[in-house]
C-alpha cells in the first residue's frame, strides 16, 4: 500500500476545484451501511488512513477533468444541471450491496454489486455532461464502480498490507444495502496533503425517475 494520489484525468490533482456528478451516502437513512463502514474504522484505526467523514462518502460516476470549476460559468452550471434532469429521468431508483471491504494498492475500498443498475446509472450520467461539454470533456476513468472507505498516507510493508486485509475479513456484516435515489452535482475541493475530499452542492440533487419532471406532453406509466 502507498499513499493516495488524487487524479485530475490521468494527471496529479494538486489544486483547484472541479465539478463532479456523485451518489452521496446518507449513513443516517442506511443504517445498516453504518455499521459496516464503523467496523472497517474500528479495524484500521491504527493503520496509516485517512478515514472518508461521514458528510462525504460517495461513489463517483463523473469528474469534468478538462476545465476547472472555477472557469464554467453559472449558465452552463444550470445548462448541465437540466440535461441531468432530462438523462436521469427514465432512471429507477435501485439498491445495491456495499461491500466487502478490500485492502486496495491506495486505500480501502468498499466493493459494490451489481454492476447493471450502477453502470447504468454512470452511462445516464456521463451522457448528460457530454452533451453539454463534449465527448472529450473528461480524461478521467472511474473504473469500476465503488465506495471509497480511507486513502492511504505512508506507505506500509506487504506483511502489514496482509494485516490489514485479515483485519477486514474478520469485520462482520461484511456487506450491507445501500438505496440509491439520487445524483448530485458537486464542485470538488481534493487536499492532496491531508487526503481528504469536500464539496458543494451546484445544484440540488437530481431524484431518479421523479415523473413530476416528465418532459411537457409525454404519457406516463401507471
Not at 461513489?59 to 470549476?69: D, E, G, N
Not at 472529450?136 to 506507505?155: F, M, N, R
Request: proline share 9%.
Amino acid at each position: 500500500m502507498k499513499p493516495f494520489v488524487f487524479q485530475q484525468g490521468q494527471n496529479s490533482w494538486e489544486k483547484g476545484s472541479l465539478l463532479h456528478a456523485y451518489v452521496t451516502v446518507d449513513l443516517g437513512r442506511n443504517p445498516e451501511l453504518a455499521d459496516l463502514v464503523r467496523g472497517v474504522r474500528a479495524a484500521t484505526a491504527d493503520d496509516p488512513l485517512t478515514h472518508v467523514g461521514d458528510q462525504w462518502l460517495h461513489i463517483t460516476l463523473y469528474q469534468l477533468s478538462q476545465k476547472p470549476a472555477a472557469d464554467i460559468p453559472t449558465g452552463k452550471r444550470q445548462t448541465l444541471a437540466a440535461e441531468l434532469n432530462r438523462q436521469l429521468l427514465p432512471v429507477e431508483p435501485f439498491t445495491i450491496t456495499v461491500g466487502s471491504p478490500l485492502a486496495y494498492g491506495t486505500g480501502i475500498i468498499f466493493d459494490l454489486s451489481p454492476d447493471q443498475p450502477l453502470n447504468a446509472l454512470r452511462t445516464a450520467t456521463t451522457r448528460a455532461f457530454e452533451t453539454v461539454f463534449g465527448e472529450d470533456a473528461t480524461l478521467y476513468d472511474t473504473g469500476v464502480p465503488h465506495l471509497t472507505e480511507s486513502y492511504a498516507t505512508d506507505e506500509v510493508t506487504l506483511e502489514h498490507f496482509h494485516q490489514i486485509h485479515r483485519r477486514l475479513r474478520r469485520v462482520r456484516p461484511s456487506h450491507a444495502p445501500l438505496r440509491v435515489e439520487a445524483v448530485d452535482l458537486v464542485d470538488v475541493t481534493a487536499d492532496p496533503v491531508n487526503k481528504t475530499i469536500t464539496w458543494e452542492r451546484v445544484a440540488p440533487p437530481v431524484p431518479l425517475a421523479d415523473r413530476s419532471r416528465a418532459p411537457e406532453g409525454s404519457t406516463q406509466t401507471p
